[in-house]
C-alpha cells in the first residue's frame, strides 16, 4: 500500500484551469496584435492612451516596451498549461522544455518591465507598482528554477504558482480597467488605480490556495 493524496475538486480544478487557459490565451494574442502591427504613433493617433504615452520616448524606451509585450505575452501564453497535473505526468520533457521558455521569457519580460517602470501612465504609483512587479516576477522565476534544479519539486511548483500570479497580471489588468474606466469615467484615472490591484490580489488569492494545500489529507491507496 502506497499513500497518495487526494485531488481536490475535478469539476471546479478544470474549470478554474480552463478559465486561466483561455482568458491568457485571449490576452497573450490580442494585447499585444495592434503593437505588432501598427506603429505607436498609428496607435496614439487612433487614441491609444498606452501607445500615445510611448509613441515618442526614446527608441530604446520603444525597443524595452516591445521586448516586455512579446516577452510577457509568450509567457502568458504557455503558463497555464504548465499548471496542468494531467500534462506534467504525461508529457514531462515537454513540461521541462516549456518551463525553460517560461522562465526565460519571465526574465526578459520582468527586465525590460522594470526598466519602462519609470515611464508608465500611471506616474509614480504606477513606478512604484509595476516596478515591484516587475523584481517580484523575476525572483519567484529565479527561485523557481533554483527549486527544481536541486530536486525540490513540491517548492519549486508553489515558487513557479506564485510566478504565474504575476504573469496573469496581464489579464488581471485588463479586466479592472474594463470595471474601473466607467466607474471613474476616465480611462487616465482608472490606469492609476490598477499598478498593484493588477497583481496584489492574484497573490493573495495563491496563497491562500497554497496555504489550503499544505497538509492535504492522505488515504491509503493499494498499487
Known amino acids: 500500500m502506497t499513500a497518495v493524496h487526494v485531488p481536490g475538486p475535478t469539476r471546479r480544478r478544470t474549470a478554474g484551469l480552463w478559465w486561466l487557459a483561455l482568458t491568457a490565451l485571449a490576452i497573450a494574442v490580442f ?3 495592434p503593437y505588432l502591427t501598427h506603429s505607436l504613433t498609428q496607435l496614439a493617433d487612433d487614441n491609444g492612451e498606452l501607445a500615445a504615452n510611448y509613441a515618442y520616448r526614446p527608441h530604446w524606451v520603444q525597443a524595452f516596451l516591445y521586448t516586455h509585450i ?3 505575452g509568450l509567457a502568458l501564453l504557455l503558463s497555464p ?7 506534467r505526468a504525461r508529457a514531462p520533457r515537454l513540461h521541462r ?3 525553460r521558455v517560461v522562465l526565460a521569457c519571465i526574465t526578459v519580460g520582468g527586465i525590460a518591465g522594470l526598466v519602462i517602470a519609470p515611464v508608465n501612465l500611471a506616474g509614480r504609483i504606477g513606478t512604484a507598482g509595476f516596478g515591484m512587479l516587475a ?11 533554483r527549486t ?12 513557479m504558482y506564485r510566478a504565474f500570479a504575476f504573469t496573469y497580471a496581464a489579464v488581471t489588468l485588463r479586466l479592472w480597467l474594463v470595471v474601473l ?3 471613474t469615467g476616465d480611462f487616465d484615472r482608472a490606469y492609476k488605480i490598477v499598478p498593484f490591484l493588477c497583481w496584489v490580489p492574484n497573490l493573495i488569492v495563491v496563497e ?7 497538509h492535504p489529507k492522505i488515504i491509503p491507496h493499494v498499487t
Open 31 to 33: 494585447a499585444p496584435l
Open 70 to 72: 512579446v516577452a510577457a
Open 81 to 87: 498549461a504548465q499548471l496542468s497535473t494531467r500534462l
Open 97 to 99: 522544455g516549456t518551463g
Open 135 to 145: 523584481v517580484l516576477w523575476v525572483t519567484c522565476a529565479f527561485l523557481g528554477l
Open 148 to 159: 527544481i534544479r536541486r530536486g525540490a519539486i513540491a517548492e519549486h511548483r508553489r515558487w
Open 181 to 183: 474606466t466607467p466607474l
Open 208 to 214: 491562500l490556495v497554497l496555504r489550503s494545500h499544505r
